[in-house]
T-cell receptor
Framework: DQQVKQNSPSLSVQEGRISILNCDYT??????FLWYKKYPAEGPTFLIS???IKDKNEDGRFTVFLNKSAKHLSLHIVPSQPGDSAVYFC?????????????WGAGTKLIIKP | DAGVIQSPRHEVTEMGQEVTLRCKPI?????LFWYRQTMMRGLELLIY????????DSGMPEDRFSAKMPNASFSTLKIQPSEPRDSAVYFC????????????FGSGTRLTVV
């Protein structure tokens, strides 16, 4: 049972345009949502997060939106640059039996076309 | 800080052989995680440790997999005997404490079992 879903395996965007990566979740107990970015042959790196009590968090070209009623979050990258080409993982933090866990989506490969 | 260090970067082994993957977390980080990445399943949590103690190993696929953390600066993931379906990229990550979602990942070990 996938609690965090990234339904688009890949996304292609023109350089300079907006990239929108989507993520859906099923568990209303998640308290933090985050995005990680992964380049080939490297480990994922933390990009941006949002608390469940907020609906928007912005960091430079990156903005994450959270719609709790729809159990949906999205990552906007504006403007998209070639260096943004990577796999983006959505993850959600939950707490079970006093232990925290990150539940990961399957990832979306973003390709920025010149 | 050199970050999370994993070795080897690549491992090719024959089916039935024992494989040992190694990880050195960031000094001072109390939580260590072992993940496996495959095309089909994305990032899967195999096991994690808090203060060198295994907390949740429910993600370990079979008894062929075992993990140890003898001290705060070293962990191993062992597969014995290895099978072709174990081929994947294995990541180690560490964080300052278990609820902290800002994991630092190593560069991964690409395992190929032939």
């Amino acid at each position: 049972d996938q609690q965090v879903k990234q339904n688009s395996p890949s996304l292609s965007v023109q350089e300079g345009r907006i990239s929108i990566l989507n993520c859906d979740y099923t568990n209303s107990m998640f308290d933090y949502f985050l995005w990680y970015k992964k380049y080939p042959a490297e480990g994922p790196t933390f990009l941006i997060s949002i608390s469940s009590i907020k609906d928007k968090n912005e960091d430079g070209r990156f903005t994450v939106f959270l719609n709790k009623s729809a159990k949906h979050l999205s990552l906007h990258i504006v403007p998209s640059q070639p260096g943004d080409s990577a796999v983006y993982f959505c993850a959600a933090r939950g707490r079970w039996d006093s232990n925290y866990q990150l539940i990961w989506g399957a990832g979306t490969k973003l390709i920025i076309k010149p | 800080d050199a970050g999370v260090i994993q070795s080897p970067r690549h491992e090719v082994t024959e089916m039935g052989q024992e494989v040992t993957l190694r990880c050195k977390p960031i000094s001072g980080h109390n939580s260590l995680f072992w993940y496996r990445q495959t095309m089909m399943r994305g990032l899967e949590l195999l096991i994690y440790f808090n203060n060198n103690v295994p907390i949740d190993d429910s993600g370990m696929p079979e008894d062929r997999f075992s993990a140890k953390m003898p001290n705060a600066s070293f962990s191993t993931l062992k597969i014995q005997p290895s099978e072709p379906r174990d081929s994947a990229v294995y990541f180690c990550a560490s964080s300052p404490w278990q609820g902290n979602y800002g994991y630092t990942f190593g560069s991964g070990t690409r395992l190929t079992v032939v």
